[in-house]
């Protein structure tokens, strides 16, 4: 491992505090600056930490040959604008999810990170995730079996954004969706409900239909004051319920399968599903703090030159998605089919 | 209370004998026969009832005047005829859900109950769970508050219905949501998966919208190993939290609201929604048998001419919103409204 | 399998009517008759099983040749007067637990029956639970390696009985212990507090030294408004928590052992235990009714000869652990040792 | 508030980090150095506190003035003698639990902290839980009536002590339950089981009694692969669950009382006692750092001179228990009396 990349965070709301104490305490960066608008973030920042400087202007960062790194966690709508300047500037750009918030931006920025061979990283935190990634390998190991369908429920009372729920809430579901089927979505449909404000949804239901024949239900709302954040994969050979509240046991496996028996002409001709009864396991899962693995591996990417787990395809599929369900949102939940990942690369 | 309304059971399969013997066990109810086409089962049910005839034919129950009324536990698509031919032989009918398998029979055997001035009850059970009574008294007594959104997730494995999982399960959520609303749903989503069979979906997904503004999203399936009856309504004072399979609590009340902040500049104009924190409680729910108490409704229905709390209109409700939901689901998810309620009963 | 065998059952109260349903159910018995003090019982009785006679004299019983076992569920110190008259009337008995109120009683009783021939057979009913034998075949098996201590919490509220708690909850904990270690009972020490009236505590802490070098810390109370029942298993191997409340998953195995390091110079010549990771396994127990089981064990026992799994031994160890149990209690709480199994049987 | 007080922490072994980390976070604490034996510690801590000093002897912390306060995280062993040493060049000393081994050498340091008028306070953690503390409120507040019994069950597995379990975990135990109770131990019985090494027992079971006439019942162990700590308040009026793993919902209060009925003659004269059904309460607790209170409690003392919540008087009783345990231990499970405070701080 050579010297520790040069990192600025820009943004100290919300996420911004994990940012700057995770890339703080990474051996693979180094903390440099933060910028923020508001000079009361600034002046927490510097207490907490004081090894780096506070500015109140990109620009200021950008004129720093020693911050090789930009990590934006400011509001999607400043994504653009901001990692464009950053890109420009010659730097590599970790942002925040989502990426953009049109899949236009998105797309321009991809392809300027490209010109410029500088690494362009989306913040899909969750795919960092030692309960996400160990659903993963059950998956994609064939421990579940077929997916037959995915239900997800994220619920809790959180910031109010202006691009509504879909947007703030949405990417996460599907980034842990894409990593754990490894396809793409061909169909979905949205739904959602405003109590606040007209046009901005804070609950939304999506059904999500993946190009290898799985559905999805995810269920995103901004309203409930309980935390909830389950996920259920049925399976052929066993059902997976991760819930992410649980600290100690987020996934269980359900060891048990179906068979489906022929029809007896007794019952009308039709089929009999019967439990084939096994064992719940509760695998032991190790933690470790996803921010600082993204971190790690962004540290990598810009190292190596490797693609990152929480990839540019991956963000731009997010944004695509998201873009198609606020589509089919305002046109009152009718479904609304992708066009395919090449013909999307191209547009 | 007069003597005990003499009944007859008609079909023993998989809820029959939940339905006999709480016959039996009722004072208002007499069992005093079964039919089933089934040579088996009646054997089965003479030794259980050794009181009781056990017959192969519903004409040889309604030769018998001690018969009062009939109790149909067949499936779903004989409901019609065989309570059309009960009520016309001068029967009061509890039919099992569904009231019939659409909504023109439905209607054509609410018509000839009016007619003969018998009673028709469907059996929504649900409607007589002690756990959904007490979240209906949390809605209705505005503990809950405004009620921004319902979701529901029931799944199982269970018994293959030609019906597909629509007309099997969705009619105990519905059921439910409606008891609880007391509001018409004006519109439905649905869309659906199959695995064994092409057209009859085991997994279904619904999104619904009620007259007063509420949206529920319900997520039905036949292929879940572990057994999930969960309910979450969140209102604008509390959070409910139903589970039907956590036998000894199964209501959870969050006792915690939020309140919206006016937006801050700081926060680029954004509302802000913050928790108000409380307690959780967990009321005491006397355990009480739902079907026990069905059956005695019915039985008071009879004698007294009031309306069930499973009525007719419910029953017919129910039809109603599944046919749509099943057209909903042949157009790949398509949301599709319904008729106001007074348009349907005259149609 | 030849003829039921002819029962009665003595005793009407709280587990009497789960005692004759069961013996209605059985195959294996029939169920001829019912014996109680209480007229209001007897009707109640008359009223569930018709089949069956009531009456209000054991001697009417007696006098019947075609009742050939007794099933005694009457309080514990009416236990040996009316197990040694039935056993003197040539009658095969079953006796709820306690076998006796004291060790000189069962010993009577148990030579009694070696003497006459008939089956006395004590009532320890969660010898039979499923649970139960799950558990003891992970320890008898190996899987949870050398037993290092066990505790047990089982509380509730329930009847007052004038022989305390010690005596009517504790039973339960000694039958299960000795059916899963199979090692006699060293040394007790029992404390105990007495809130409603002096000298019957209804709540107990007892202590249990085993032969083979396992502990056992029990805490039994009558006081505590909500149910528990769980009991955990420390071994070498791994751990085990049996929660007899909770139906869906009553046994769970930690698949943790530990691994003792050798003391380190810098660690002020200390062992260090640490960690070997591993999963959570919740195994899939058949449902079954215990007091089924128990009584076709009984049926099993009257036509074979053979021992029943509930057996004069253990029911005579138990009484012995709880005769000394009550002992130490008097005194305070001072450990006191038994005398070994062979010198008690020939006491 | 006037300046930091300027604090040295002593021992960088299990417990040392954290209270560092917290000493440097605490405005009202100043972290100036670290003094541990084992250089590879010393590195590690000058890594994460740069700006504190790193030394290899207490003498050269008690040679800096700057240097107002000692906070102890050596072995139970060494507190004797470095709290000694740090009162005698008049610091202020924070010593983790226990105070000391024996009962005489906390009573040594108690009256030199008297006689040199600096703070000595114990660092007894768990004071300072809001789940705890939340249960000390539903109990002094008359809430839970009178208490008739606790029971806890502490067990995990962990770094093994040369004074065994009852040194490590018990005094986590009695410092709650005398914060509780708020009365002292009249009578302690304590067995005990070694599997490593003769003489120092992993497992204990104590019994306590308290002045007040309740009882207590403690199980604790090092051998248990998973973490289990509850504890179980039964009282006249409710029941509380404090269970610390639980961490989102660490109390449950069972609003469920039950009334004494007086004896049927029917029933052998017997008390019955019936249950008053009620809700379940899982109060809301906010989250807060245990141990950041107790050291912004420990600058308070300094500052102010008023008692600090974990005081001498506790930390003096809490040895005095455990002492007497270990003398029961000796003595096989001997229950054994403790002389009433006013003695023993004569003694």
């Known amino acids: 491992m050579g010297d520790p990349l040069g990192t600025a965070v820009v943004g100290y709301g919300y996420w911004g505090p994990n940012l700057a104490r995770n890339v703080a305490e990474c051996p693979e960066l180094e903390l440099r600056a933060l910028c923020d608008l508001d000079p009361a973030r600034l002046e927490m920042f510097a207490q907490r930490h004081p090894e ?5 202007e990109l620009e200021q960062l950008l004129a720093d040959p020693a911050i090789e790194a930009i990590v934006l966690a400011t509001p999607p709508q400043t994504h653009h604008a ?5 890109l420009e500037a010659g730097r590599h750009v970790l942002v925040e999810k989502p990426l953009a918030t049109c899949l236009e931006q998105a797309h321009e920025l991809a392809d300027l990170a490209r010109e410029v061979e500088r690494v362009l990283m989306p913040g899909h935190t969750f795919v960092y995730s030692p309960a996400v990634n160990a659903v993963r390998e059950l ?11 995915i239900t997800s429920s994220r619920m809790n009372l959180g910031k109010y954004h202006s691009g509504g729920v879909l947007c703030d809430l949405a990417p996460h579901d599907l980034s842990i969706l894409l990593h754990w089927l490894e396809e793409p979505v061909v169909e979905v449909a949205a739904s959602g409900s405003s109590v606040l404000r007209e046009g901005i949804p ?14 999805a239900n995810v269920q995103i709302s901004w309203l409930a004051p309980r935390k909830v954040r389950q996920m259920i994969v049925v399976g052929s050979q066993r059902m997976v319920v991760y819930d992410d509240t649980a600290s100690d046991e987020p996934v269980r496996i359900y060891d048990r399968g179906m068979d489906v028996l022929p029809p007896e002409p007794a019952n009308f001709g039709e089929h009999q599903l019967i439990y084939r009864t096994g064992d719940v396991v509760i695998p032991r899962i190790e933690p470790q703090e996803p921010l600082r693995l993204e971190l790690e591996d962004f540290a990598r990417a810009v190292r190596t030159g490797e693609e990152p787990r929480s990839n540019l395809a991956l963000g731009l599929e997010i944004v695509a ?7 089919s949102l305002r046109e009152g939940g009718t479904p609304m089919g992708l066009a395919p990942l090449a013909d999307r690369a191209a547009a």
Request: hydrophobic share 55%.
């Open 52 to 56: 780096a400087r506070a500015v109140g």
């Open 82 to 86: 901001l990692a464009r300047r950053a």
């Open 139 to 149: 998956i994609q190991g064939g421990v579940v079996g077929d997916v037959h369908f």
């Open 202 to 215: 804070e609950t939304a239901f999506l059904t999500l239909a993946f190009a290898g024949g799985s559905t």
């Open 321 to 327: 998605v998201v873009e198609v369900a606020q589509a």
